[in-house]
């Protein structure tokens, strides 16, 4: 069962990666960087939470990053 959630995860973020690298160039510069914010969420907390359940140190130490990442090295995680 938790297998198939991770195996979900996986897909749903590789969906949102796809559908945002199609829609980015139509979206305002605010949004664009808002988009990134929010990938960029996702891999941290995705390192947060994997650091936790093998109980190693965190790379992250809060939620998302205080610079926003080019959108390549956000999505990179997924892709």
Known sequence: MLVNAFKYK???NQEMVNFG???IDK???NDATFFIRILNHTAV???LF???IKGVSEYFSADNTLETPP???SQSVYV
Do not use: F, G, H, N
């Open 50 to 52: 994997i650091s936790r």
């Open 27 to 29: 979206l305002s510069p």
């Open 10 to 12: 996986q897909w749903a």
């Open 71 to 73: 959108l390549t090295e």
């Open 21 to 23: 690298l199609k829609q």
């Open 45 to 47: 907390v995705d390192s």
